[in-house]
């Protein structure tokens, strides 16, 4: 029965960014929560949770809402360091892993899938990543770039393909998964599963990428039960954030306790989340808002990849 400690993951199957979540609950070997939630707008239970935040995954923890992969990852791991995502001390080096497989090896990844099978695509998904991106989403434009981004694709597997190479082990660092893998992975899992005959085509050169993509999928997903939507946004009416605050007193921008800020992602999905600033570091901003009928609730996010600014 899930309660205001459990990791409640909102999601829906076919999201690359959250098949990192359910691998890392996997890992770990963690019970967790499944919310399914619209792939596309209107989120009516997802957005009163966020303030405005429509991304996907968004992890929910009683009435603390994390927002990003790369934030939902650090908490889980904060909250349950064992068995840790660094297990060769590698922390930092995931962590520009992460950053990359997240935007260029996925930049090369999404005209691939969407020039092959972009007569497949609705027009309300074509309309909805037009509003997430504030550009068109042109599938022809896609097909006419795929043949170059292949291209790409193919230099990032190779990277992958030598870094397994060069390891002591059966995983990027070692003899252990961690971070590195599960981000690294997420666009071979995308392809496969969105477009599978140019998956195979691609990965046919590299067998020692091929099985270590096999040993990724051994992970799993861990202990799953379901949730509706309606059900977790209750539970955050009824529960109280952490008592996590205190702001870096290293803030570039001056930021104090108590300022009202916005924080957006810079890249796409701009949409602005306000509230009154409660924590702050190098790798976290959280707000404080004030929600009608679910009362107080804070929004975390990461710092890389996202604007903060007073409102």
Known sequence: MADADSLILHHFNASPFSEKIRLVMGLKGLNWVSVMIPSIMPKPDLTPLTGGYRRTPVLQIGADIYCDTQLILREIERRHPSPTLYPNGEAGLSWMIAMWADRAFFQSTVPIIFGAEGFNVPEA???????????????????????????????????????????????????????????????????????????????????????????????????????????????????TPIDRTGVDEQEPQGLREGDFVSVSPDDYGRDPVSGKLVFSDASEIALERDVPGLGTMVVHFPRVGYTARRS
């Open 125 to 239: 998904f074509k309309r909805d990543r037009e509003q997430l991106s504030g550009r068109p989403f042109d599938t022809e434009q896609m097909r006419a770039a795929s043949p170059m981004m292949r291209d790409q694709w193919r230099g990032h597997v190779a990277w992958v393909e030598e870094a397994l190479e060069a390891s002591k082990g059966d995983w990027l660092f070692g003899d252990k998964p961690g971070l590195g893998d599960i981000s690294a992975y997420m666009n071979f899992w995308f392809l496969r599963n969105a477009y599978r005959p140019g998956y195979d085509s691609l990965m046919a050169p590299f067998e020692t990428a091929r099985d270590w993509v096999e040993r990724v999928d051994d992970i799993g997903h861990g202990t799953m039960e379901i949730m509706s939507s309606q059900e977790a946004v209750a539970l955050a009416g009824q529960s």
